[in-house]
């Protein structure tokens, strides 16, 4: 029996292929932090050890995510400076409130709360207007919703406006796997480009929502509902987790959807 090991990574290695991926070369770097472009380059070719705050000062500037800049961290022979806490754990019940009372709040919208991976950790009972219909596999967890969003067995043959609403989600999630360099995030963009769908944008429909925002015109029960959607996430995150945490909010784009959803009055959205 054999067994192979992954090459330890160096600190300056690790370093010198986030600036890469930011485009960025030494010289703009080392004016961005205020340190020498030699100092700089010593460091990436390993001639110089820098310390804990110089690794964390480059990750800042660099836009390095935070369980990234630990791995960073370790590979500079120091502890990490980011905790990485599980969404139950006590030290992390604020969070939970505070999710919790945005997903509450916003009833009777649909409205999830989702990980770094697009994987679904909580959501309202709004949401259920989404999965009615969707096959079991892609509800049995952990559900990632852009996937039941775009499967052929999921959401996509009730989407109205599917190639926009696809070439949209992809796009998103590939900007995201380039800024983070997840590995896992470009698989699922693979993935999700070989499902069906054209790329390119539905007809217009001459409603002043698509002028502004893509949305989301969805069939269900033989009506068709129309939303907006917005992402909320915590400001200056100091946790691995609560880093990668999103909320994304379905809100009524016409007086129609708000109607059927049970609301009435409509008077926040243009009429239908």
Known sequence: MTTTTRPVRRV???LRDWRQSRRMSQLDLSIETG???????????????PSPELILRLAEQLDVPLADRNTILLA??????YPHHELDDPELAPVRAAVRRILDGHGPFPAVLIDRHWQ??????????????????LLAPPVNVLRL????????????????????LLARL?????????????????ELRGYPGANGHAPATGDPVSRVAVGLRYRHHGRELSFLSTTTVFGTPLDV???????ES????????????GVRGGDAVPPS
Do not use: C, K
Request: net charge negative; aromatic share 6%.
């Open 250 to 261: 379905f809100f009524p784009a016409d007086a129609a959807t708000l109607r059927a959803l």
């Open 149 to 168: 969003s775009l499967h052929p067995d999921g959401m996509a043959p009730r989407i109205g406006n599917l190639p926009e609403w696809r070439t949209h």
């Open 174 to 190: 590939r900007q995201t796997a380039v800024a983070t360099g997840d590995a896992a995030l470009h698989d699922l963009h693979e």
């Open 120 to 137: 679904l950790v909580e959501a309202n009972p709004a949401v259920a207007l989404f999965t009615d219909g969707a096959a079991p596999h």
């Open 76 to 81: 500079g022979g120091y502890a990490p400076a």
């Open 12 to 14: 300056g290695e690790l």
């Open 241 to 247: 987790t609560v880093a990668g945490l999103a909320v």
């Open 35 to 49: 340190i020498s472009a030699r100092h700089l380059s010593f460091v990436e070719t390993g001639r110089s050890r």
